[in-house]
């Protein structure tokens, strides 16, 4: 190996064992975690059961399986679809979290 290309392979390895470079390893890998903690997120499922109060029509089934990474005006708009509302139209929810449920809002 000539002088100039072991300069270059010092200087790559000197880089290569920069405290920068260590820093960006790290966040790689936490970056790596955050897209697998997402992945399966989004394979688990949230079972949802509704019930009618009042004069709200009532619907065919009152129990629903959705994805854990749907956002709730998902859910909004299923069930203004389900209940024949209009997109536009307003309409009241109560939520109730299950005892021991991990759900966050």
Same mark, same amino acid.
């Given at each position: 190996?000539?002088?100039?290309? *072991?300069?270059?392979?010092?200087?790559l390895n000197k880089r290569l064992e920069? !405290?920068?470079t260590r820093e960006i390893g790290n966040l790689q890998e936490k970056i790596n975690e955050i897209i697998s903690d997402y992945n &399966?997120?989004?394979?688990?499922?949230?079972?949802?059961?509704f019930k009618a109060i009042g004069r709200t029509p009532l619907l065919r089934k009152n129990v629903f399986a959705?994805?854990?990474?749907h956002r709730f005006d998902k859910v909004i708009?299923?069930? *203004?679809? &389900?209940?024949?509302?209009? !997109?536009?139209?307003?309409?009241?929810s109560y939520i109730l979290i299950a005892r021991g449920s991990n759900l966050r809002l």
């Open positions: 190996m000539s002088s100039s290309s *072991k300069d270059v392979e010092d200087q920069s !405290p920068h &399966e997120k989004g394979n688990r499922k949230v079972n949802l059961r959705i994805n854990a990474s708009r299923f069930l *203004k679809k &389900e209940l024949g509302l209009q !997109p536009d139209s307003s309409l009241v």
